[in-house]
């Protein structure tokens, strides 16, 4: 009887690393995946140059003694992250693109290649925890051993077909185990610095790439307080998002967040913290991860409105547009348009939609 085969997405750092060598220790034929996301640059024999991540991926493969292979999905990831993502600015929204990446490429592109290489399960790095409850029949996303590495809530949007063939590796380690077993098997790595906030902004100057992008589409106009007073004009609303504190360049006397933001007139009003907390929110395009009797009924639960907001509890009323209503036992500060709110029972995902 063979082993099972698993594909393992594979970036080159050090926990999907250590995610194939806990696989082969698991007992699992595993086959490393390095995916094209951003277009390879081309050398001067006009083949393509690899990232350094793809390159130390490959190597890492090669002393733990799996095969890895590079697919390149640039233009998928282009018109399904990318283009989605500017078009969220332009409609006044702040969007995730790692959910987005997750539900429209990452994890098709494993399924894909799993069916190619006849695997019998897919992999990856994310620290989070996938199991089948015998109660409820259903695969679920639970969070992660490490709290402070948690990454469940990028996770909710995957459906029952993907949990089902879903491994996870790294999830029931902390970040420093992490970095201990690479060391133990003659991994070098160092430990995290500064990392980069989205991946295909490649030096961090978001508002150099919306500008690039988003050119006569950008609405400028002023910043003023709840009284409605004039403090200054601005270049682009896009350049803004609620519960902003930091680069407003606003001497108030006193800390000042954005507390509103209208795309049409351009107008962003500030206010003090006090100002940004709100005791409710809407989602819209929800997911969930539920029997369909239970679709039909409140239920008290957790959210995170951002991936490193602390989880809150909550009633959850869904309703029966697609929409659902979450009413906070807390104001909460800031939920803000084009994030996820992601809901939580007994530490696992049970559904999440887009803030509006």
């Known amino acids: 009887m063979r082993n099972k085969t698993v594909v393992l997405a594979m970036s080159g750092g050090v926990d999907s690393s250590v995610a194939a060598y806990l696989l082969r220790r698991r007992g699992f034929s595993v086959i490393g995946i ?24 490959k190597e890492v493969c090669a002393k733990i003694g799996v095969p890895h292979y590079f697919v390149d999905y640039s233009k998928k990831f282009k018109e399904d992250v990318i283009e989605s993502f ?19 490429v990452k994890f098709p592109v494993l399924i894909e290649q799993a069916r190619r290489f006849n695997a019998d399960y897919i992999a990856t790095g994310h620290y989070a925890r996938c199991y089948y409850s015998l109660i409820r029949g259903r695969f679920f996303i639970k ?18 077909d993907t949990l089902s063939r879903l491994i996870l590796p790294v999830g029931d380690y902390k970040k420093n ?35 690039e992008r988003l050119g006569g589409a950008i609405v400028k106009g002023i910043v003023k307080d709840r009284l409605g007073r004039r403090l200054l004009s601005h270049e682009g609303t896009c350049f ?16 000042v967040y954005v507390t509103d933001i209208d795309h049409k007139t351009g107008d962003i009003t500030v206010g003090d913290y006090g100002d940004t907390m709100k005791g409710s929110l809407r989602v819209k395009n929800t997911i969930y991860n539920m029997p369909s009797a239970e679709l039909k009924k409140d239920h008290r639960v957790y959210v995170k409105i951002r991936y490193k907001h602390a989880k809150t509890r909550a009633v959850l ?40």
């Open 143 to 160: 969070e992660a051993r490490d709290k402070a590495k948690d990454q469940s809530y990028v996770l909710f949007c995957l459906g029952q």
């Open 177 to 211: 185990d992490i970095y201990y077993i690479a060391r133990r098997i003659g991994l070098s790595f160092l430990p995290d610095g500064e990392s980069q906030e989205i991946c295909f902004v490649q030096d961090n100057d978001l508002k150099r790439f919306l500008r």
């Open 86 to 104: 500017v078009d969220s600015y332009r409609q006044g929204q702040t969007p995730n693109p790692c959910i987005v990446c997750n539900k429209e």
């Open 317 to 356: 009323k869904i309703q029966q547009d697609g929409g659902a209503l979450v009413y906070f036992n807390r104001p909460q500060s800031a939920p803000t348009p084009g994030q996820a709110a992601v809901f939580y029972k007994n530490n696992s995902v049970i559904g999440g939609g887009w803030i509006i």
């Open 240 to 255: 803004f998002t609620i519960g902003q504190r930091r680069g407003l360049g606003i001497a108030y006397g006193s800390p």
């Open 34 to 57: 390095t995916m094209g996301f951003l277009s390879a640059r081309k050398g001067q024999d006009g083949l393509p140059v690899f990232s350094d991540n793809c390159s130390r991926a």
